[in-house]
């Protein structure tokens, strides 16, 4: 085939013509050494040296060896120095006749070859001999940098631009728990703890970005979920064209240095016997309460309390044993004492106690007389005979009493000796005033909790008067304390007793219940009434179940909700905030009626007013009583009369004494009326006759200054 041969023949022509000197030449150019050797063999045909047939200019460099040193001799005659293996590998090339490649490092040269030997012929023997110096120091620093990153104890991960793992060590995911293989892909979000805001990471991305570098403590989250502080380093990789590329975190777990610290801290500011705070944390949290103290306008108090005798225990029981027995009063004393009250061990018998909030002083009064009262029960320590101990305790308050911690420290003291000299187990203020009235009221305290078990407390009713119609439609109960001494009681000595120590929530039960057994009573007698009122204290709130007790208490009397009507003050509101709304709705849901008493003297604002459904306003009887001479305080009943009827609510006037005041609160329109005018709080027995007196009159009311019912004797 002509035409194949003639296409072929062309081109093999067009090849540049190699003769035997140009490739000489070519062969000398090589840049690899070369070296081609005739193989020897021993007397069993093994293969077992070779000897040089050329090598050219490279293969000298290399060797250092001339060329004409090298033709025509062996190979362990000029290179003694090769070491056996390499005889071995260069045998095994030429029996199989398999290409293969070695590399090899030159002590004397400190390089690097990599060697290529095969067989070109039967009985030919060649090696290619490369210098790869360089390519083998770059691949070392990798596997440098390869093994650093894998043995550091730092954990690291690189992450892409956005923050997605690409790679992780070894000690990240020790540290983490998170595998390679489960860290790589992901967020480096998934280690987030949530400890730290946005804005947190904001300052972060802002600092990397704008220097390439972070640095920080760190709180992050283990797989287990558990978290611990780490401190990080994050550099940013740019590329050549100076975008972010990659970001490299390397950070250390610093939970065990973090948790020796706070071991070293917990030392320097506990007591090693109690475990309390000691003084240097008494001083420090004393400094901080007294700030906060002074900024919310609170009161706080300090009280130290010194065992009586407590050496005699000491020098006759021995040290150990007093030891002890100081741990069994610490227990005592901190199941007495409130989460937010610090238990300090100032040194030796000497405990002191932060409040760091009280309303009133005798709150401190009744903290150190529970204290005292702990010890009272004897002490058995590992089987001893009983040990009977007590106390005597000083209270000063800040900011009556000084307001730096170490004269109030001194205060205290001083009072503490002032418990002393009195005959110990007993508490003194700093200042006296403040103890004689702290007495008096614990005693008071006493008392009322005996006469509610006596049952010496009652009710009284009065009547509360409907403008429109003159009827008696209901009647506001208030308590009464009938003592066997004093007499009648009145609520303003009692109740913000019974507030303070916390009676007013059984006696709040008891007045609730007995007010709705009475309504029950009366209505199943065939009285016309409409509304037994309430009086419920602010403090109750805080100390039952309001709307429970409500619920329940009208079940037991079998009264129906839409009859009982409950007063509460502004106060509340005030106070409680969101919490007095959304338990004030929940009685309003059972049906109950609700009514601001004293309206007009607190500070609510209408928008709270209009935040849950009331019913009913009660102006305060200090409006009511200067209604006809003061031009304000009528002003003022006017408009909320008015405001009221805006809202649609009804309005009560308190405390109406005189005609002069109805005639007023007629004219503007006044729903109810309540007060002396009309009638006194009345005993049980005597209020029915009060609604008789009203149905019989149906009339509106005569200007004539004569009372309406018969008024009884006042309570
Ligand atoms: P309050 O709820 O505003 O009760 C009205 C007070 O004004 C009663 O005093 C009543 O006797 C008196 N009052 C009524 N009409 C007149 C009048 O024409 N002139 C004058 N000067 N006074 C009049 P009381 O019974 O001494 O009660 C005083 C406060 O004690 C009550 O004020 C109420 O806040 C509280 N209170 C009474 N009973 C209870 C109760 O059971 N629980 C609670 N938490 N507080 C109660
Ligand atoms: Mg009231
Ligand atoms: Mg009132």
Redesign the pocket.
């Known amino acids: 085939m002509p035409s194949v041969h003639h296409s072929s023949a062309p081109r093999e022509a067009s090849l540049p013509r190699i003769d035997e000197r140009r490739l000489r030449s070519l062969f000398d150019a090589m840049p690899s050494g070369f070296a081609l050797h005739e193989i020897l063999l021993d007397g069993e045909g093994q293969p077992c040296d070779y000897r040089f047939i050329d090598v050219n200019p490279a293969f000298e460099a290399i060797t250092g060896i001339a060329r004409s040193r090298l033709v025509g001799r062996r190979v362990r005659e000029v290179l003694p120095q090769l070491e056996p293996l390499w005889i071995e590998r260069y045998g095994s090339v030429a029996l199989t006749g398999d290409c293969q490649q070695f590399d090899d490092f030159s002590v004397d040269l400190d390089r690097h070859y990599r060697v290529t030997a095969y067989c070109p012929e039967i009985g030919l023997f060649a090696v290619i001999v490369d210098d790869i110096t360089a390519i083998w120091r770059s691949e070392e620093s990798l596997r440098q940098a390869a093994k650093v990153f894998e043995l550091t104890r730092d954990g690291v991960a690189i992450t892409d631009a956005s923050a997605r793992i690409v790679a992780v060590n070894h000690a990240f995911t020790e540290i983490t728990g998170y595998s390679s293989e489960e860290a790589v892909g992901q967020n480096a979000s998934i280690l987030k703890s949530g400890h730290h805001d946005a804005v947190f990471y904001d300052t972060v991305w802002s600092e990397l970005t704008s220097t390439g570098f972070w640095q920080g403590e760190l709180c992050n989250r283990r797989k287990t979920g558990e978290t611990y502080p780490q401190w990080l380093t994050i550099t940013a990789v740019h590329d050549e064209y100076g975008q972010i590329e990659r970001y490299i975190g390397v950070f250390t777990d610093i939970s065990r240095l973090r948790n020796a610290e706070a071991h070293a801290e917990y030392i320097a500011y506990h007591d090693t016997l109690t475990q309390l705070p000691n003084r240097s944390l008494l001083n420090i949290r004393f400094e901080h309460a007294l700030e906060r103290a002074q900024r919310h306008h609170h009161k706080m108090a300090l009280l130290i309390i010194d065992l009586d005798l407590f050496k005699n225990i000491n020098d006759s029981l021995g040290h150990e044993f007093g030891d002890r027995l100081l741990v069994a009063v610490t227990e005592r004393f901190k199941s007495r004492l409130r989460d937010e009250d610090t238990l300090v061990r100032v040194h030796g018998d000497e405990f002191a106690i932060l409040m760091e909030e009280i309303e009133v002083a005798t709150d401190a009064a009744v903290v150190a007389r529970d204290l005292l009262q702990a010890l009272e029960a004897p002490f058995r320590i590992g089987g001893s005979d009983e040990i009977y101990l007590s106390a005597s305790a000083g209270i000063s308050i800040a900011p009556d009493d000084g307001s730096d911690p170490a004269l109030l420290l001194r205060n205290a003291d001083t009072a503490v000796n002032l418990a002393k000299m009195q005959g110990r187990k007993t508490f003194c203020f700093y200042t006296e005033a403040l103890t004689t009235h702290a007495l008096e009221r614990m005693r008071l305290e006493s008392r009322l909790r005996r006469a509610m078990n006596l049952g010496h407390l009652l009710?009284?009713y009065?009547p509360l008067i409907e403008a429109s119609s003159g009827a008696v439609i209901g009647a506001?109960?208030?308590?009464?304390w009938c003592d066997p001494e004093q007499g009648m009681i009145?609520?303003?000595h009692f109740?913000p007793v019974a507030e303070d120590s916390g009676l007013?929530a059984p006696?709040?039960a008891w007045?609730l219940a007995t007010a709705c057994r009475q309504m029950r009573a009366w209505l199943d007698a065939g009285r016309a009434l409409r509304t037994i009122a309430?009086?419920?204290?602010p403090r109750?709130f805080f100390l039952q179940d309001v709307p429970e007790l409500l619920r329940q208490t009208l079940a037991d009397s079998g009264l129906d909700a839409r009859f009982l009507e409950l007063?509460i003050?502004e106060g509340i509101l005030i106070e409680r905030g969101e919490r007095a709304v959304a338990i004030l709705n929940r009685i309003r849901a059972l049906g109950v009626r609700l009514s601001i008493?004293?309206f007009g003297t607190g500070y609510s604002s209408l928008s709270y007013l209009k935040r849950f459904t009331i019913d009913k306003l009660?102006i305060?009887?200090s409006f009511i009583?200067d209604v006809t001479t003061d031009s304000s305080d009528a002003e003022i009943a006017a408009t909320i009369i008015a405001m009221a009827h805006s809202l649609s609510l009804s309005v009560v006037a308190?405390?109406?004494?005189t005609a002069e005041q109805l005639a007023f609160l007629e004219e503007h329109g006044c729903d109810y009326y309540?007060?002396?005018?009309f009638s006194?709080?009345l005993a049980a027995e005597h209020f029915p006759e009060s609604v008789e007196n009203s149905c019989a009159r149906r009339d509106p009311p005569r200007m004539d200054g004569t009372p309406w019912l018969t008024i009884r004797s006042a309570?």
């Open positions: 009710l009284h009065q506001e109960a208030l308590l009464r009145a609520p303003i109740i007013i006696l709040g007045v309430v009086n419920l204290s109750q007063e003050t008493d004293d009660k305060d009887r009583r308190e405390g109406v004494e309540q007060g002396y005018f006194h709080p309570t």
